[in-house]
């Protein structure tokens, strides 16, 4: 059971109430949040327990996206989910606190086989997912929004992310080849070591610094970078 103190709150808390809980609050959040630890001398007032409901449902979640974008690279993942149907929640997906990455319970895809699935995924929201290692190779994508997910070392290979919005996403050595970013939303995502050979860049939404970082690749085709306006 991991021990971490409190990070300031994203705007979808009210900040107000956190200021009323002693600066030195320290919880203890088990991994699967089935328990909550908390060394405090107000642990007894209905103020801290409300406070406390918020802040461990979040907590796991600000330890992961406090660094932009994503996890770092040093930063240790939680442990794997044991719950039997993690890999089909990325068919629900999450709606609270979408572009804070703020929700009631994780989204661990680690793993998982979405290998040509053109149904499931498409539209979905998945705030702060875990993705590493997971397949989405030829999967419908398109119009997902992914605000810092974790996807390092995943394969989206052919994957189509047409109209998607993926804010401060992580690719870091992902294979991305022949995947289609047709009108995509790129803010703030990274491309370190990733593959992206014969990516479609059509149209793409992207930032002057985001685009300088993604034109360092050199696995990006000739095609692609001058969609991108590569200057390098």
Known sequence: MASLFLPPLPPAVN?????RIHPSLRLNCSANNASTSVSTSEENSSRFKEMRNVACGVLAVLALTTTSPGIAANQRLPPLSTDPDRCARAFV???????????????DLRFCDYTNDKTNLKGKSLAAALMSDAKFDGADMSEVVMSKAYAVGASFKG?????AVLDRVNFGKANLQGASFKNTVLSGSTFEDAQLQDVVFEDTIIGYIDLQKLC???????DARAELGCRN
């Open 159 to 163: 994957t189509d992310f047409t109209n």
């Open 15 to 19: 900040r107000r109430r956190l200021s």
């Open 216 to 222: 360092v690749n050199k696995t990006i085709n000739d």
């Open 93 to 107: 997906g999450n709606t609270i606190g979408q572009a804070n990455g703020v929700y009631d319970k994780a989204i």
